[in-house]
């Protein structure tokens, strides 16, 4: 069966712009949760949304959001970029909330310069 | 001081040897313990999970949880060059998020 997608796989922004990434989680699994990963922090929480609700939100600031849709495919954004966004943006599905069963995309690289 | 800690590595081995990771924890939360593998350029990929302390095996795989010294290993036997990769601890309370280790990086040379 077909994996998580995370499109688009590499992105060049500049320093104030917007980005939007997306991710299509496994068939038939409803829960999705977006993580940062950087050299110096490691992997870091965003957010979890399960039927297009957050359920769980991480210590970012209000320029990142995300939203789920009705198919469960959810969208990412990083509104007034910054140098520090650059990271690899992972997403991850489970069929339900909490479940420890994620499984990860391969990511979007973002570049900020 | 930090929720998780894990030796960053890198981690080098011969070819066929064992290969020794750990983690410790802070959080008495923590419910579920994980081991994730990252290649470059990859998402991490669920190796091995459990819920109880004891030992769990799969295949060449190990994990041992220890909740009274809140620590947590990985061991694997007859080590590849293909297990070359960065390993990730992560733990979850429950109905929670995942928290990750910063990963240990581990060399298996031929």
């Known amino acids: 069966k077909a994996g998580v997608t995370q499109t688009p796989r590499y992105l060049i922004k500049t320093r104030g712009q917007q980005v939007t990434l997306s991710c299509s989680p496994i068939?038939?699994?409803?829960?999705v949760s977006w993580y940062q990963q950087t050299p110096g922090q490691g992997l870091q929480f965003l957010f979890e949304?399960?039927?297009?609700?957050?359920?769980n939100k991480g210590n970012f600031p209000g320029r990142f959001s995300g939203r789920q849709f009705s198919n469960s495919r959810s969208e990412m954004n990083v509104s007034t970029l910054e140098l520090g966004d650059s990271a690899l943006y992972l997403c991850?599905?489970?069929?339900?909330?909490?479940?420890?069963?994620?499984?990860f995309g391969s990511g979007t690289r973002l570049t900020v310069v | 001081q930090k929720e998780v800690e894990q030796d960053p590595g890198p981690l080098s081995v011969p070819e066929g040897a064992i290969v020794s990771l750990n983690c410790t924890y802070s959080?008495?939360?923590?419910?579920?313990f994980m081991w994730y593998r990252q290649y470059s350029r990859k998402g991490p990929e669920l190796l091995m999970y459990?819920?109880?302390?004891g030992n769990k095996e799969d295949g060449r795989f190990t994990a041992q949880v220890d909740k009274s010294s809140k620590y947590i290993s990985l061991f694997i036997r007859d080590s590849q060059p293909s297990d070359s990769a960065t390993y990730l601890c992560?733990?979850?309370?429950?109905?929670?998020?995942?928290?990750f280790g910063g990963g240990t990086r581990v060399l298996v040379k031929p």
């Open positions: 991850a599905s489970s069929l339900s909330t909490g479940d420890y069963g994620y499984t």
């Open positions: 068939s038939g699994h409803r829960s």
């Open positions: 949304y399960f039927s297009e609700t957050q359920r």
């Open positions: 959080n008495s939360a923590f419910q579920y």
């Open positions: 459990t819920y109880s302390s």
């Open positions: 992560a733990f979850q309370a429950a109905g929670n998020k995942l928290t």
